[in-house]
Nanobody, 127 residues
Framework: QVSLVESGGDAVQVGGSLRLSCAVS????????MAWFRRAPGKEHEGVAR????????YYADSVKGRFTISRDNAQNALYLQMNNLQPEDTAMYYC????????????????????WGQGTQVTVSS
């Protein structure tokens, strides 16, 4: 059973920054696809960013391009999301998700392609 534990969520003001972390353990694959999703109240899961452990298949949602950066540390089995210039519309629960590399083959991250999810970390941006 893959374990994913997110951390780093907080309440910040507009223009602030946060760095989310996701600790991955017991992944059965040598390489795999990792993604950040978010879900705001009353909305569907939105794919925010994605990359493979090989550093390819990088994706950013248009709404976060230029502000968010996804990265990984394969030695630490960790996934990160650096979020700068945060805006109220970034308020959501943020989840990391992983699955086999096939999940990275789509043009945009599809929640149903990821069988392993963390519990989420809340990001709240106030003006």
């Amino acid at each position: 059973q893959v374990s994913l534990v997110e951390s780093g969520g907080d309440a910040v003001q507009v223009g602030g920054s946060l760095r989310l972390s996701c600790a991955v353990s017991r992944a059965p694959w040598r390489v795999y696809c990792m993604a950040w999703f978010r879900r705001a109240p009353g909305k569907e899961h939105e794919g925010v960013a994605r990359l493979s452990t090989g550093g390819r298949n990088i994706y950013y949602a248009d709404s976060v391009k230029g502000r968010f950066t996804i990265s990984r540390d394969n030695a630490q089995n960790a996934l990160y999301l650096q979020m700068n210039n945060l805006q109220p519309e970034d308020t959501a629960m943020y989840y990391c998700a992983v699955d086999q590399t096939a999940a990275c083959a789509t043009s945009t991250p599809i929640p149903a392609d990821y069988r392993n999810w963390g519990q989420g970390t809340q990001v709240t941006v106030s003006s």
